[in-house]
């Protein structure tokens, strides 16, 4: 027995050893924050498992509560399917008031959230208040002008941050969440994220075709963050945040070196998601103040020639009877814009197997979009 234990711990260190030599040393830390901390698999609740920069806020500004405040229930086939898929949070706001809020899991509205790529869309925003400010001349700038490293590559040379935000890169980078060896495992957990980045490599010209990318976004997010010459965090705090008048500071999850998770991990309330959604609808005005130039709010909401359910790092839906937009996260998070009814959804939840349309847009938004605009219809005049 003795015999066997010893060739068992000397094999287990082999292929421990055989791990780390191959890159993937990121899987271990991920078991043991797990193990410590929680759930085994990513989750919306996974605010205290890495470091964190603070998103400050101000002066915390409530929703006003509309009239019919949870006066209605939601629909059995909505229930079934927010029970079914695992919801953590759901909240509509109508004509800038809140209707109905409801919350399951251990969460209230006090519980901050895993946006996951929702993040991806708050980061587009970033870029256009960067352009108002003049840190960047517009998203046709090249990246290589922050990083001049790319302009002694043949297809890095033309890389540009509109390519990165509408998912044109061209990189080396096959998006793979299932698997623990796949980049955006090691994405999630590895201690350097600029070195994982800088280490894609181009397999085609930017701009030639879409192809969903969240090293893509990490990348923006390593751009914006030096031609700002501030931290992401600090950045959204001053042009958001505090100005929305969030209810809570919110987390941006980073790496090892203070490096935020560009392409994912905002921790935030659900009420200060939906005034993101809000923010956008309204072309980037909020109260009496332009936040972000009115045009570029537009600009970011326009679909690419390449793939017309996708724009500035947010979704599109024009072809069904109700149109939207609408940014999305893994295990199904949701801030969905619907401009017609003035409305805003947020949904949050833990589900990694939502059905999508061939678009690979979650049919669960057209679900909630139809049930909740049915059961909130506008009243008749």
């Known amino acids: 027995m003795k015999k066997i234990l010893t060739a068992f711990a000397l094999g ?15 899987i271990f830390k991920a078991v043991a924050l797990n193990l410590k901390k929680g759930a085994v698999t990513p989750s ?52 800038g008031k809140l209707l109905h809020e409801q919350y399951w899991k251990d969460h209230d509205s006090s519980s901050l959230m895993n946006s996951f ?29 922050l990083f001049p490293h ?30 623990p060896f796949a980049e955006n495992s090691k994405q999630y957990f590895v201690e350097d994220l600029a070195e994982q980045a800088f280490d894609i490599d181009f397999i085609e010209m930017p701009g030639t075709r879409y192809e969903y990318q969240s090293v893509a976004a990490q990348l923006l997010g390593l751009a914006l963050r030096k031609a700002i010459r501030k ?19 919110a987390k941006w999850s980073t790496d090892e070196k203070g490096t935020e998770k560009a392409f994912c991990c905002i921790h935030a309330t659900a009420r200060d998601f939906a005034k993101i959604g809000q923010l956008i609808m309204q072309n980037g005005r909020w109260k009496d103040q332009q936040l972000i130039s009115e045009d570029y709010c537009r600009r970011m909401l326009i679909p690419t020639s390449e793939n017309d359910a996708f724009c500035f790092t947010i979704w599109a839906d024009d072809e069904s009877e109700i149109r939207c937009r609408f940014f999305y996260g893994f295990l199904g998070q949701f801030i969905i814009m619907i401009p017609e009814r003035n409305m805003v959804i947020v949904k949050t939840g833990f589900y990694n197997r939502l059905d999508v349309d061939k678009k690979k847009r979650p049919l669960q938004v057209r679900l909630l979009i139809e049930s909740l605009c049915k059961m909130h219809q506008p009243a008749a005049v």
């Open 12 to 26: 287990t260190s082999a292929a421990a050893a055989a791990i780390c030599l191959a890159g993937y040393g990121y």
């Open 231 to 249: 931290d992401l965090a600090t950045y959204l705090s001053e042009k958001i945040w505090k100005p929305l008048g969030m209810e809570f500071p």
């Open 150 to 179: 790319y302009a002694e590559n043949f297809y890095g040379k033309h890389l540009t941050f509109r390519h990165l935000m509408t998912m044109q890169a061209g990189f080396d980078w096959i998006e793979e969440y299932r698997h």
């Open 44 to 95: 919306i609740d996974d605010e205290e498992k890495f470091p964190s920069r603070l998103v400050p806020n101000l002066k915390a500004e409530p929703w006003e509560k509309d009239n019919l405040y949870n006066n209605s229930s939601l629909s059995e086939d909505i229930s079934n399917e927010l029970k079914k898929t695992r919801a953590s949070s759901l909240l509509v706001v109508q004509n």
């Open 117 to 145: 790529s929702m993040a991806k869309g708050i980061l587009s925003i970033l870029v256009g208040c960067a352009i108002d400010d003049g840190y960047i001349t517009s998203e046709d700038q090249l990246i290589s002008t």
